[in-house]
């Protein structure tokens, strides 16, 4: 087993070390320290490191992590009474996030996350700096946070974090641009129009915008701002980092993180198919499709597990996880709206993209009947690359398009009007998987041209 676990990881790893390093574009030398655009870099899920605050025990963020605990992931899960932005209840571990995701080793293995990213800043020129104790030196930021949270509330601490920075430079304006990965651009995009706004504040018009901070410009890094089917498949099936030995995140526990309804699609109303590819009327943003339709916690195998397990301070019963999923979607709806139909509270920064349109890309699923029902299952959700779904070849068409395999070029473009008219450049396309594509040479190159636009507007 311990040689099984050692050649997977060996094997992510070496794919990520790729070519060599991308070339510093000479206009940074050219640029003096003092006057440097400041740089804020917001990953994406699991991107940053959870602490438990009072014990110190690292929740997520170590290789070992990747095996164990063999908990079904129920470390991790986020109580659904936790209030939207609000603290724990009593007895609840409070989390802190150190750090963003830089290495992952495990056996002797190495995986670079965003340590590459930082690599790239420094010999850029850029020096490190901390939002959390902030130096007057500093102009590379990256902004850690809790990525199972709310993404509004993850906005306002992205406010307050750059209202200390600027307070701590004794600034009266303080200049930066965000490069924002994943879902990291849904919080930018929602930051850059109104700030730290509640979500009624956001609907009414108004905006909560530190005076004193200008956003000069964006980068997108392999975002889906329209959304992604695949976070429909997690939720549904949940999550397991390494193939066969991995530590299994089930269905229940990605049932509790807000802000993966938030990343849930939008960008088309025609997301299921039959199998006969014939349309299916399941809105996937009406909480009673998902119990009639079987996802995720409502599912025999996981309320069979819930009932099993008894933990009612995480999971509740079932009356309070239909609540919770009703509130949560109508709450992911109203902010989807915002991004993309939502009033002009403020003028939308230049926006430069960096994507990948060359990979089949869950588009659509098939939802089909199971005429002998395994214990009460009797329907079953197929997404882009299920074996069964490979084995359909007209039903593969209908239900993929190219992407990044987790965003379609279609969601990877689904901006609000401002923002299509704020593009200052057209996207770029880099190899590289969702994920993947913010290693690769060229896209670190074009990324720090995009940089150097918009230092120089």
Not at 382 to 406: C, K, V
Request: include cysteine.
């Amino acid at each position: 087993m311990r040689r099984i676990l050692l050649a997977l990881f060996g094997l992510m790893a070496a794919a990520c070390r790729g070519p060599e390093p991308a070339p510093i574009p000479a206009v940074f030398a050219q640029i003096p320290a003092d006057d440097r655009l400041l740089v804020v870099f917001v990953p994406g899920v699991t991107g940053s490191v959870l602490k438990d605050a009072e014990s110190g025990e690292i929740l997520w963020g170590t290789g070992r992590q990747l095996l164990v605990p063999r908990d079904g992931g129920y470390a991790l899960a986020r109580s659904i009474h936790q209030p939207v932005g609000g603290a724990p209840a009593a007895g609840r571990v409070r989390v802190e996030t150190p750090d963003i995701l830089r290495v992952i080793r495990l056996g002797g293995g190495r995986k670079k996350i965003y340590q590459p990213l930082v690599d790239l800043f420094e010999r850029a020129g850029f020096a490190e700096g901390d939002l959390s104790r902030p130096e007057a030196g500093g102009t590379f930021f990256p902004f850690p946070y809790d990525w199972r949270q709310d993404n509004v509330a993850s906005a306002q601490r992205l406010q307050v974090a750059l209202e200390g920075l600027r307070r701590t430079r004794q600034q009266d304006r303080l200049v930066v641009a965000l490069v924002c990965q994943s879902n990291g651009a849904s919080i930018c995009r929602y930051f850059s129009r109104y700030g730290g706004a509640s979500l009624a504040a956001a609907e009414a018009g108004r905006a909560d915008h530190d005076p004193g901070l200008e956003i000069r410009g964006m980068v997108f890094i392999g975002t889906a701002n329209g959304g992604s089917l695949r976070i429909l498949r997690e939720v549904d099936r949940g999550r397991t980092y390494l193939p066969l030995v991995g530590r299994t995140q089930h269905p229940e526990v990605l049932f509790t993180f807000p802000s993966l309804y938030q990343e849930l699609p939008d960008y088309r109303s025609d997301f299921f198919l039959d199998d006969e590819g014939k349309p299916v009327k399941a809105n996937l943003w009406q909480a009673a499709n998902w119990e009639k339709w079987q996802w995720s916690v409502f599912a025999p195998e996981a309320a069979k597990r819930l009932a099993r397990q008894e933990r009612p301070d995480l999971f509740g019963n079932l009356e309070q996880r239909r609540a919770f999923l009703k509130d949560q979607l109508a709450r992911a709806r109203r902010f989807r709206t915002l991004l993309r139909q939502g009033p002009a509270a403020a003028p939308v920064p230049p926006i430069f993209m960096v994507q990948n349109a060359y990979r089949e890309t869950p588009d659509r699923a098939v939802l089909r009947p199971l005429r002998k029902a395994p214990k009460g299952l009797r329907w079953r959700a197929h997404f882009t690359g299920d074996r069964w779904l490979r084995r359909q070849s007209y039903l593969r068409f209908r239900t993929s398009a190219p992407g990044d395999d987790h965003a379609t070029r279609a969601s990877q473009l689904w901006l609000s009007a401002a923002e299509t008219a704020a593009l200052a450049a057209e996207p770029f396309y880099v190899r590289g998987g969702h994920f993947e594509m913010i290693l690769e040479p060229a896209a670190e190159r074009r990324l720090l041209e995009f940089l150097a636009e918009i230092a120089t507007p």
